[in-house]
T-cell receptor, first 112, second 113 residues
Framework: GENVEQHPSTLSVQEGDSAVIKCTYS??????FPWYKQELGKRPQLIID?????GEKKDQRIAVTLNKTAKHFSLHITETQPEDSAVYFC???????????FGKGTRLHILP | NAGVTQTPKFRVLKTGQSMTLLCAQD?????MYWYRQDPGMGLRLIHY???????AKGEVPDGYNVSRLKKQNFLLGLESAAPSQTSVYFC????????????FGQGTRLTVV
């Protein structure tokens, strides 16, 4: 089955700097790659996603890139703000498998 | 529009006791999932359902059972709770399957002593 690896497990960046979180997946048939943000004590919520027919997608300060050949995708957050502090999860899924498999998460700390 | 609602929010069980977690969604979603979240382990899929009357095993199904008798409800059962099942449980649902957004419930914090 699909396996998703996520790095780093913890990331601290100065407010205003950029943050990058990377994920790799194992099954080349995966075609949907969402990113979820989970604030402390809250439920995970989708912040951005990308499909396998697209190489990059951007939404304001957040962008996701996908390299299908290398089977990895990354989340980029620019001009980080205190409210970006949270745990971020990447995930991968494919229609034939009916499962969404998550990475282990990255705890992002934005330092003042 | 409540979205995805889990009941209860907190529970403490003694080893060997049983309980059922209820997940209800009012978005007419076909797919529903149960995940457990443990520190450093991310979200691990326990069981899932692709429609009313169907269930399937996920990554960590042992010790759990599920039922989907009605489209809007997905129940997770623990027949004989063990301390290893202490976790935060999240239910999620999605409209047309795994390649669309999943909406999560607020979570259930379960402690087995």
């Amino acid at each position: 089955g699909e396996n998703v690896e996520q790095h780093p497990s913890t990331l601290s960046v100065q407010e205003g700097d950029s943050a990058v979180i990377k994920c790799t997946y194992s099954d080349s048939a995966s075609n949907y790659f969402p990113w979820y943000k989970q604030e402390l004590g809250k439920r995970p919520q989708l912040i951005i996603d990308i499909r396998s027919n697209v190489g990059e997608k951007k939404d304001q300060r957040i962008a996701v890139t996908l390299n299908k050949t290398a089977k990895h995708f990354s989340l980029h957050i620019t001009e980080t703000q205190p409210e970006d502090s949270a745990v971020y999860f990447c995930a991968a899924s494919m229609r034939r498998d009916d499962k969404i498999i998550f990475g282990k998460g990255t705890r992002l700390h934005i330092l003042p | 529009n409540a979205g995805v609602t889990q009941t209860p929010k907190f529970r403490v069980l003694k080893t060997g006791q049983s309980m059922t977690l209820l997940c209800a969604q009012d978005m007419n979603h076909e797919y529903m999932y149960w995940y457990r979240q443990d520190p450093g382990m991310g979200l691990r899929l326990i069981h899932y359902s692709v429609g009313e009357g169907t269930t399937a095993k996920g990554e960590v199904p042992d010790g759990y059972n599920v039922s989907r008798l009605k489209k809007q409800n997905f129940l997770l059962g623990l027949e004989s709770a063990a301390p290893s099942q202490t976790s935060v449980y999240f239910c999620a649902s999605s409209y047309v399957g795994v390649t669309t957004e999943a909406f999560f419930g607020q979570g259930t914090r379960l402690t087995v002593v």
